[in-house]
């Protein structure tokens, strides 16, 4: 999406894409700043803010985008701002990360969202075991 594109969104639109912008920017600084734990302290007291309701879609669509423009995102980035989006609309979902091993047999590592049991956000075509999961309430 060009700047030029951001204009022709409809308000809701540009009002979640700019939310999810300032997300990912704090999320990114406190990825870079703080230690995992803290961050995950940090995650537990999110609560449903947004006095509008957006679709599902809609917010996974924002991280999607957001994600080229915002510096060294990486899937813990995009699974951690959709998880907030998620929360600050009051919609359950839950953030794991596990691990794997790339097709030259060395360890990866991997994060992403789940909403319904499904992933939304960080889909891979590689299997990676769960080792760390979080989820609000």
């Known amino acids: 999406m060009t700047f030029l594109n951001f204009f022709k969104l409809s308000g809701d639109e540009q009002r979640i894409l700019l939310k999810t912008l300032f997300l990912m920017v704090?999320?990114?600084?406190?990825?870079?700043?703080?230690?995992?734990?803290?961050?995950?302290?940090?995650?537990?007291?999110?609560e449903p803010?947004?006095?509008?309701?957006?679709?599902?879609?809609?917010?996974?669509?924002?991280?999607?985008?957001?994600s080229h423009?915002?510096?060294r995102s990486t899937c813990l980035t995009n699974a951690l701002t959709g998880y907030s989006l998620f929360s600050l609309y009051g919609y359950?979902?839950?953030?794991?990360?596990?691990?794997?091993?790339?097709?030259?047999?060395?360890?990866?590592?991997h994060a992403w969202l789940e909403y319904n049991d499904e992933v939304v956000i960080g889909e891979s075509e590689k299997?990676?075991?769960?080792?760390l999961d979080?989820?609000?309430?």
């Open 26 to 46: 704090k999320i990114r600084l406190m990825l870079w700043l703080m230690s995992f734990p803290r961050i995950q302290r940090s995650f537990k007291y999110i």
């Open 92 to 109: 359950p979902s839950q953030v794991k990360i596990g691990v794997g091993k790339s097709s030259e047999g060395e360890f990866e590592a």
């Open 69 to 71: 423009y915002v510096p």
């Open 127 to 131: 299997e990676y075991v769960p080792l």
């Open 49 to 66: 803010t947004a006095t509008d309701k957006a679709a599902v879609t809609n917010l996974i669509w924002s991280v999607k985008v957001v």
């Open 134 to 137: 979080f989820k609000r309430g």
